[in-house]
């Protein structure tokens, strides 16, 4: 199975079933296949029109922002954000969610918010992750594929924030957009989750 069995409550859930759920509508603590590739849909154009514009410079300079975008989604984002993550409690080895499907759970799960220093970690490498490539594109005076990585870069976000962090259980991201009703609702049925948020 590729993803959670949606007809079994998440682990941090002490229910004993999804039918009567409150906010099985306005929340995701199940994901499916559309849901990832909606994710990767709106995630790859930035990727590939930077490394399009970063390799018409020198195709070694690719190598580096390669690795640093697979180290810090593949590892330092699962540790500063995705441990704080109800999903991560799972007993699986992997994540299973639409963001980081597959990732390695290498670090303890940490229920509760992130600290002011993960989110430092979380924002620069985002500075990283996206700032790089623009830099290549402005240098090079690459002015259409720079307006055009900025367009998608900026859709991608919208998108992510409107359309999927607004119904995301990882209430530690700080792009998460929740409102505090189905917040409230989440805790009640996660306990453990709500000590760790002193809800």
Known sequence: MLFLDP?????????SSCDD?????NLHCHFRLKDWIHFLL?????FLLGGAGIYHVTGWLLIPWIIFVVAFFGFIEIRVMCSHCPHYAESLKSLKCWANYGSPKLWKYSPGPMTITE??????GFAVVWGYP?????????LFLLVVYLMTTIGFFMTLIIF???QCMNFACPLNSVNE????????RNPT???AWDK
Do not use: H, Y
Request: aromatic share 12%; charged share 15%; net charge positive.
């Open 7 to 15: 007809k079994k409550p998440i682990a941090t859930c002490e229910s």
């Open 134 to 142: 623009m830099l290549f594109l402005t240098l090079s005076t690459q």
């Open 181 to 188: 009703e189905v917040r409230d609702q989440f805790f009640n």
């Open 42 to 46: 709106i995630a790859f154009p930035p």
């Open 193 to 195: 989750v709500a000590k």
């Open 119 to 124: 989110k430092t970690i979380f924002f620069g």
């Open 164 to 166: 999927m962090c607004s």
């Open 21 to 25: 759920c409150a906010i099985n509508n």
